[in-house]
């Protein structure tokens, strides 16, 4: 059997709207193993659908088979219910609010992050990931609020009110985590064990749809200026 290997060429790379690398390469190296072409030089798996590529590779071009089926990548969307209008803030609530990952996409990918955030969103939870970010809870209006990191000025003024600021978010965990706090309570939470890094807020109780951005095409949690993760509105 032939085993011969070639030497790797560089060629351009149509992504076909797959998310390949972050850093914006639009090349990747190929070469062939037995007459089979081996692409490397970018990532195993999409970073928006965690699909792995199929290439077809010609002398000009190594090209992905089938486009991304998330061209404008994922908002995702959950409610949370809070019928004791208040509610408890911090970065992870686990062991309490967890989900089983097995059977989801890579975590790495927009489509892992939405998978995880619709599971603990069924065991009672709006989770969601901000990076190292430690994002904070502002208020924006009547029952509306954002999970959003400020910006600031060249004399450290921050650009979203701190007068506004409900909870601020210390992500050890890269992510936020709220939860109703009698939810919380039944579920074994101890309100006389709270940490500083945790956070009680009062809010009208009701039902909030959480609108999470991180993975949208184009998002950029290192943007200059203030930077939104996710919209929080009173819908009920």
Known sequence: MNFEITEPKTLPLEANGHILSFSGKTE???????????VSGVAYGCGVCDERPKYQVTDTAIKVENPCPYPEGLTTEITLEVPSGKIVVTD?????????????ASYNSALGQAEAIRAMAAAGCAYGPVGNSCPGL??????TYVVARPGYDEDDNPDLPEDDCFAGIVTDLWAYSIADFDHWKSRGGDPD????????????????????????????????????FAHVERIA
């Open 28 to 38: 990747a190296e190929v070469y062939f193993l037995a007459g089979i072409p081996q």
């Open 92 to 104: 992870g609530l686990s062991p309490l609010y967890s989900y089983d990952d097995s059977g989801l």
């Open 138 to 143: 502002y208020r924006t209006g009547p029952d």
């Open 193 to 228: 064990t709270l940490g500083w890094t945790v956070s009680v807020v009062d809010i009208t109780p009701g039902t909030y749809r959480f609108t999470h951005h991180t993975g949208e095409r184009g998002f950029n949690g290192d943007a200059p200026g203030a930077v939104v």
